[in-house]
Nanobody, 123 residues
Framework: QVLLVESGGGLVQAGGSLRLSCTAS????????MGWFRQAPGKEREIVAG????????FYADSVRGRFTISRDNAKNTVALQMNSLKPEDTAVYYC????????????????WGQGTQVTVSS
């Protein structure tokens, strides 16, 4: 079992920045890839970014590429999402997720989930 705990959400004005953090505990080594997803009211959960524990390979959704940066700290078992130039359409609940593989953009491929953290961007 892998426990994921997110922190760092909040309210920010458009153009501002937030940093989300996710701490993994338990059998973290059973995950090869980590992802950040988001879900806005009435919409499907969508991938934001993903990263591999080994090598730090990354990928991003087109909507956030160039504005968001995902990173990991293997020693601390943490994954972070730095969000810059935030837009009102970035408003959603953000979830950290873990998978036994790296690279999937489908939420159904992720076995472990955090509780979610709200990000609200005002215009």
């Amino acid at each position: 079992q892998v426990l994921l705990v997110e922190s760092g959400g909040g309210l920010v004005q458009a153009g501002g920045s937030l940093r989300l953090s996710c701490t993994a505990s338990g059998r973290r080594l059973s995950t090869a890839g980590m992802g950040w997803f988001r879900q806005a009211p009435g919409k499907e959960r969508e991938i934001v970014a993903g990263i591999s524990w080994i090598g730090g390979r990354t990928f991003y959704a087109d909507s956030v590429r160039g504005r968001f940066t995902i990173s990991r700290d293997n020693a601390k078992n943490t994954v972070a999402l730095q969000m810059n130039s935030l837009k009102p359409e970035d408003t959603a609940v953000y979830y950290c997720a873990g998978s036994g593989t790296y690279g999937s953009r489908k939420y159904t491929d992720y076995e472990y989930w955090g509780q979610g953290t709200q990000v609200t961007v005002s215009s």
